[in-house]
C-alpha cells in the first residue's frame, strides 16, 4: 500500500468508518435502552441495516432528525446491567470490589469515572429492538 493508502486508512479510522474484523452485532439490549436524544453516530448517510451492524453498531430508522447508525451500550456480563450511565442507581460504595459487588447481586462496571460502579439491576424488562 503506497503513502496515499495509508493516508486514506488513517482518515478512516479516525472517522471510525473502518469496522473491526468479525465485527460483532450488538445485544437488542444494548441498542434499545439508549434514549433517541443519545445516539452517537456510528454509520455515514444511507448506510444500510445490514452495513451499520456488520460495523458492530445498532440501526434504528424509526426516529427521525437522530442518528440511525450508533454506538451501541457498552457489553456487560448480564443483560440486566445493560443501561445508561445516567440510569444506574448506586449499590456499593466508594472503593467497592467485584466480588462484593456481586455478592450483592449487583452489576459492576469501572470503565466510566465519577459514576457508580456497583449498581442495581434492570429487573423484569425485556430488551425489544
Request: aromatic share 8%; net charge positive; proline share 9%.
Amino acid at each position: 500500500m503506497g503513502p496515499r493508502g495509508l493516508q486514506l486508512l488513517a482518515v478512516l479510522l479516525a472517522l471510525g468508518l473502518c469496522a473491526p474484523a468479525g465485527a460483532q452485532k450488538p445485544s437488542a439490549c444494548q441498542c434499545s435502552r439508549i434514549e433517541a436524544s443519545h445516539r452517537k453516530n456510528c454509520g455515514f448517510p444511507g448506510i444500510s441495516a445490514a452495513e451499520c451492524f456488520n460495523t458492530g453498531c445498532c440501526f434504528d430508522s424509526r426516529v427521525p432528525n437522530v442518528p440511525w447508525c450508533f454506538h451501541p451500550l457498552p457489553k456487560q456480563e448480564s443483560e440486566q446491567c445493560v443501561m445508561e450511565v445516567a440510569a444506574r442507581k448506586n449499590c456499593g460504595y466508594p472503593g467497592i470490589s467485584p466480588q462484593e459487588c456481586a455478592s450483592r447481586n449487583c452489576c459492576f462496571s469501572d470503565t466510566i469515572r465519577n459514576v457508580p460502579w456497583c449498581f442495581f439491576p434492570i429487573l423484569n424488562q425485556d430488551c425489544h429492538y
